[in-house]
């Protein structure tokens, strides 16, 4: 039931920049290994990139690989998501989600993370 806040998304040309950012002001996050997914219109919501309770360990989807990073500053109880190089295959709403269990290891499952924010629209133009 906890909120999280996505912001940051919009509407971008081919090759553009964008930062997402997610927050909450209803839980520390800094025990929680942080995802993003995305959700095309009638597409399943996907897998984009992870990242552990300290940062050390990330993952991301082969799709977004080199493009997309995925950050997170604890004491500004903040994940980030900077996705460069953007392509219309992009375009998509994109929501954050908080772990299940503690943050020590990565995960992509979406049966994995039980707190979702509202999402983002990302809408890139060719």
């Known amino acids: 039931q906890l909120q999280l806040a996505e912001s940051g998304g919009g509407l971008v040309q081919a090759g553009g920049s964008l930062r997402l950012s997610c927050t909450t002001s209803g839980r520390a996050l800094n025990v929680y290994s942080m995802g993003w997914f995305r959700q095309a219109p009638g597409k399943e919501r996907e897998f984009v990139a992870c990242?552990?309770?300290?940062?050390?360990?990330?993952s991301s989807a082969l799709s977004v690989k080199d493009r997309f990073i995925i950050s997170r500053d604890n004491a500004k109880n903040t994940v980030y998501l900077q996705m460069n190089s953007l392509k219309p295959e992009d375009t998509a709403v994109y929501y954050c989600a908080k772990s299940r269990q503690y943050g020590g290891t990565l995960y992509r499952a979406i049966e994995d993370f039980d707190d979702w924010g509202q999402g983002t629209q990302v809408t890139v133009s060719s």
């Open positions: 990242i552990n309770w300290n940062g050390a360990l990330l």
